[in-house]
């Protein structure tokens, strides 16, 4: 059965930084093509950023280059989100997914975690 589970959400100030996990289970992350997306309320679903774990580029969406950035870890199966600088206009429920297909499409992900809810406040 696949898992996957966010931690680090949280409440921060503007300018503050968080640091989101993604631990999987059932799959191994390498194989898998995998994406940050967050929800705001009343506003669609979106990417945040997408990578192939093997591959040294990422896609990271305009609003959040320069100040949120992926790394992995392999031995942990956990991918891991950075994010500094943060803003009123982060705040959402972010969600680690995995497609079997490079994309950053939310509708192409194969599986989900539960999400984990971040909150920026001015």
């Known amino acids: 059965q696949v898992q996957l589970v966010e931690s680090g959400g949280g409440l921060v100030q503007a300018g503050g930084s968080l640091r989101l996990s993604c631990a999987a289970s059932?799959?191994?992350?390498?194989?898998?093509?995998g994406g940050w997306f967050r929800q705001a309320p009343g506003k669609e679903r979106e990417v945040v950023a997408a990578?192939?774990?093997?591959?040294?580029?990422?896609y990271y969406a305009d609003s959040v280059k320069g100040r949120f950035t992926i790394s992995r870890d392999t031995v942990k199966n956990t991918v891991y989100l950075q994010m500094n600088s943060l803003k009123p206009e982060d705040t959402a429920v972010y969600y680690c997914?995995?497609?079997?297909?490079?994309?950053?499409?939310?509708?192409?992900?194969?599986?989900w975690g539960q999400g984990t809810q971040v909150t920026v406040s001015s």
């Open positions: 997914a995995a497609a079997r297909k490079a994309t950053t499409k939310n509708d192409e992900y194969d599986y």
């Open positions: 059932g799959l191994t992350f390498s194989t898998f093509f």
């Open positions: 990578h192939h774990w093997l591959a040294s580029n990422i």
